[in-house]
């Protein structure tokens, strides 16, 4: 699976300015440090608040423009934009299997759509729901690289690993199992099958016919390579998907 990836970049300026004490003593320093603190959670917040408004742009199927992410969302942080909108398109793709498509460079004009090509549409009339293509990509780029089949066992133990468990809702996924072995499976999406000879009874996950249909071996290759240094973890958490080590231990 794709290697962690580190802090965003926005966290990554307040260790710098740390390093470098001011000449004007503790006291401004430290005013320094509180200040670019406030700053970098509120660059958070905005790229949140981005991911949700673009979500709903998906859901809606409308296109949207540099200029409006602006006005009703960025707005007093139009400086930060670029940082902002490249994290919160990071987080489309890798958590929610969305893409964010410019169409029209003149206008900065953007269109949402699902990652390499893949039809599935979970969100229907639902209006609480959240796209869960990005675990279903997760699935099937993992299933690649186990060698065209991956056991349950892998399959768990991957999961496990974002903080999506067996036998328990997840705020993104809902109920894991059913959504890997049942929905999917009736999607044709995935195969779970039996694995044979096996003693006691295992069983392991292959592409299903539609995956086939909907993509291909190297478009998921290429999408490995893009967000090789990447993972949906460190997204996940902005949005509840993962527990923390205290509640894990609770």
């Excluded at 965003?8 to 401004?28: A, L, T």
């Excluded at 979970?122 to 993992?142: F, R, V």
């Excluded at 890997?180 to 499976?185: A, D, E, F, H, L």
Aim: glycine share 8%; proline share 6%; net charge negative.
């Amino acid at each position: 699976m794709p290697a962690a990836m580190g802090s965003p970049p926005w966290s990554q300026s307040e260790d710098e300015g740390s390093s470098s004490q001011d000449e004007g003593g503790p006291s401004s320093s430290e005013d320094s440090e509180d200040a670019e603190s406030l700053l970098q959670d509120a660059l958070r917040l905005k790229m949140i608040d981005l991911v949700v408004f673009l979500l709903l742009k998906y859901r809606e199927k409308e296109p949207t423009t540099k200029a409006e992410m602006l006005s009703s969302v960025i707005k007093e942080y139009q400086d930060h934009f670029p940082e902002i909108f490249s994290l919160a398109s990071e987080c489309l793709q890798l958590v929610f299997g969305v893409d964010v498509k410019e169409v029209d460079p003149s206008n900065h004009c953007y269109v949402l759509d699902t990652t390499l090509g893949l039809t599935y549409d979970e969100m229907g009339n639902d209006e609480g729901s959240m796209p869960k293509t990005g675990l279903l990509i997760t699935l099937l780029c993992l299933i690649l690289l186990e060698g065209d089949r991956a056991s349950e066992e892998e399959v768990w133990e991957a999961l496990n690993g974002m903080g999506v468990r067996d036998g328990r809702e997840h705020s993104i996924f809902g109920e894991p199992r059913e959504l890997i072995t049942k929905i999917w499976v009736q999607e044709e999406y995935l195969e779970y099958r039996l694995v044979p000879n096996s003693c006691p009874a295992r069983y392991e996950f292959l592409w299903g016919p539609r995956a086939h249909a909907e993509t291909s071996k190297p478009k998921v290759l290429e999408y490995l390579l893009r967000v090789n240094r990447k993972n949906p973890i460190s997204f996940l958490s902005l949005f509840g998907g993962v527990d923390s080590d205290e509640e894990e231990g609770a």
